[in-house]
């Protein structure tokens, strides 16, 4: 078993940055392809980054990219969200995930999310 723990979350206005982090315990391998998901009101869970085990290659959402980092400090298992420029948008619970070798289409492990809200 894994437990995934994001914090972080909270009120920004829309331009600013905030770092979500996600915690990771359990039986986390160094080969588990770790990302990020969020799930804005009334509206489907999304994809949103994604990082290698094998290389740290890195993936994002076209809505993110250029504005979100991922990163992960595998010493600590910790996985973080870097969020700039944000918008009202971005306004949705932020998830973090393991996935294991199925292309992220069913991801294995999930934390209990963040809110993440971005006012105008």
């Known amino acids: 078993q894994v437990q995934l723990v994001e914090s972080g979350g909270g009120l920004m206005q829309a331009g600013g940055s905030l770092r979500l982090s996600c915690a990771a315990s359990g039986r986390i391998f160094s080969r588990d392809n770790m990302g990020w998901f969020r799930q804005p009101p009334g509206k489907e869970r999304q994809f949103i980054a994604a990082?290698?085990?094998?290389?740290?290659?890195?993936y994002y959402a076209d809505s993110v990219k250029g504005r979100f980092t991922i990163s992960r400090d595998s010493a600590k298992n910790t996985l973080y969200l870097q969020m700039n420029s944000l918008k009202p948008e971005d306004t949705a619970v932020y998830y973090c995930a393991v996935d294991r070798a199925t292309g992220w289409t069913t991801p294995k492990y999930w934390g209990q999310g963040t809110q993440v809200t971005v006012y105008s």
């Open positions: 990082i290698s085990s094998m290389d740290g290659s890195t």
